[in-house]
Nanobody, 115 residues
Framework: QVQLVESGGGLVQAGGSLRLSCAAS????????MGWYRQAPGKQRELVAS???????NYADSVKGRFTISRDNAKSTLYLQMNSLKPEDTAVYYC?????????WGQGTQVTVSS
């Protein structure tokens, strides 16, 4: 069983920054897909950013230029650096890792951006 432990969420003012971390209990190099999702109240979960095995990031249009996804295989950790935060970024953020057979989710970390 893979465990994903997220940290780094919190309350920040608009324009501020946060860095989310997702520590995996196994080597992340074994996963074919990795990314961050978010879910705001009353909305569906949406993909924020994903990262390839070559550390190439792909981003939702709403966060391009503000968020950066990265990975540290040696630490088995996935990161999401969030800059220039906006109130509409307020949500629970989840990390996700997957193989071709199964998807794992973290427990979620709350990010609240005040105006």
């Amino acid at each position: 069983q893979v465990q994903l432990v997220e940290s780094g969420g919190g309350l920040v003012q608009a324009g501020g920054s946060l860095r989310l971390s997702c520590a995996a209990s196994v080597r992340i190099s074994s996963f074919s897909a990795m990314g961050w999702y978010r879910q705001a109240p009353g909305k569906q979960r949406e993909l924020v950013a994903s990262i390839t095995s070559s550390s190439i990031g792909n981003y939702a249009d709403s966060v391009k230029g503000r968020f950066t996804i990265s990975r540290d295989n040696a630490k088995s950790t996935l990161y999401l650096q969030m800059n220039s935060l906006k109130p509409e970024d307020t949500a629970v953020y989840y990390c996700m890792v997957a193989t071709i057979h199964i998807t794992y989710w973290g427990q979620g970390t709350q990010v609240t951006v005040s105006s």
